[in-house]
């Protein structure tokens, strides 16, 4: 058996990226998989992963692997990498809260000859600037020669299972040329689509939140298009399907924004950018336009309403979808949730059904979830997020919770143009 094969994994966060990667890992290494959730925990080791990214079975059966809650027990590694969120506060900066405590975790466990790899994203310059001061002071060991660090951005889609950790291009990147090598054969080893070593940890740290902030202004670029073609009373899909048959068109849909990645990394750009000195403008711009969306799409329901002569004051509503993207259970910065909000502010009363979720996962809402919609009861439905069972269920059955001449408005364009009586 090589040197890497007998090296001991350390995986720091089980959620959507750490836990296939620990999987994935655990084929051909010993891996220790940790979350300071010990109901997480407890949930793995019966075999049950709640964001359904892993089969059951394989979460058990892929090879050696522990799960624990217990600090003294990564200690058995000597790779150590480093999954976990990284937020933004309410003021939109970021929150380096989780990265700086598994930081702390992981260098009150360094040895010395110990590596440490992130894959959270962070603005250019978190790792080595505020990451490694922390492994140096938890660890007492110094930097480059104590311990290495490296920083291969995670590139997972979640509920995607086409693009998987193992068929994606991993970015790789080392805090010394001997740490680089290291860090790119591991993942070298489970990823059979290749890896790019980048310059430095800097540039693969960029490369990162650029991707998602292309993606988001992308995407603020149709929905300000949306608007506008919807006061002009043009169908947006229709402009979309025309252009997209010239071969240099990038095709976007119009639509919320939210999850862990493309409503967030943008933000942590730009406060780096304005640390150095430089106000962005079209990033932010961007930005902007896709946190109003939500309000907007209420808006026009509410219109919608208003030509029916239907009260929204007083009225039952229907939205299916909670999640921040169809045919997944992940709940986090979805915008449906100020979508929400802005009816229930103009008095509109909100029951919400979403197949992928446990209403005991929903944080703090101030709406009813039901498993089960009452018949001919809402004056209006919207369909937020166009999970596979109601593309399944279709316009006319969907319909039918709804009481005589209710508004459903398709936010996704999921069903055919004129089934529904609004869409952006």
Known sequence: ???????????????????????????????????????????????????????????????????????????????????????????????????????ELVGGALSQGDIVIYESTVFPGATEEVCVPILEACSGLAFNTGFGVGYSPERINPADKLHTIDTIVKVTS?????VSERVAKLYESIVSAGIYPAG???????????????RDLNIALVNELAIIF????????????????????LRFSPGLVGGHCIGVDPYYLTHKAEEI????????????????????????????????????????????????????????????????DELQACGAQIDVFDPMIS?????????????CPDNAAYSFIVVAVPHEQFKELGVQKIRR????????????????????????
């Open 1 to 103: 058996m090589s040197k890497l094969q007998q090296d001991t994994i350390a995986i720091i966060g089980l959620g959507y990226v750490g836990l296939p990667l620990a999987v994935s890992l655990s084929k051909k290494y010993q891996v220790i998989g940790y979350d300071i959730d010990p109901l997480r925990i407890s949930e793995l080791r019966a075999g049950f992963d709640r964001t359904g990214e892993v089969d059951s079975s394989e979460a058990l059966s892929a090879g050696i692997m522990l799960f624990t809650d217990q600090a003294s027990e990564i200690e058995a590694a000597n790779i150590y990498i480093v999954t976990v969120p990284t937020p933004i506060d309410k003021h939109k900066k970021p929150d380096l809260r989780p990265l700086i405590s598994a930081s």
């Open 200 to 214: 430095s940890i800097k540039v693969a740290e960029a490369a990162k939140v650029i991707e998602n902030t292309q």
């Open 401 to 424: 919770w709804g009481e005589e001449n209710c508004v459903v408005y398709d936010v996704k364009s999921a069903f055919e143009q004129g089934s529904c009586d609004g869409r952006l």
């Open 359 to 371: 209403h005991f996962d929903v944080p703090n809402k101030n709406f009813h979830v039901t498993n």
């Open 277 to 340: 000195g430089y106000s962005p403008q079209i990033i932010l711009s961007g930005r902007r336009i896709n946190d109003q969306m939500s309000a907007h799409i209420a808006s026009e329901v509410m219109k919608l309403m208003n030509l029916r002569k239907k009260l929204v004051n007083g009225s039952r509503g229907l939205v299916l979808g909670l999640t921040f993207k169809e045919n997944c259970p992940d709940l986090r910065n979805s915008k449906v949730f100020e979508m929400i």
């Open 230 to 249: 919807g006061k002009l009373g043009i169908d947006t899909k229709e402009v979309l399907d025309a252009a997209s048959t010239k071969w240099n068109f």
């Open 174 to 178: 080392g805090s010394s040329p001997q």
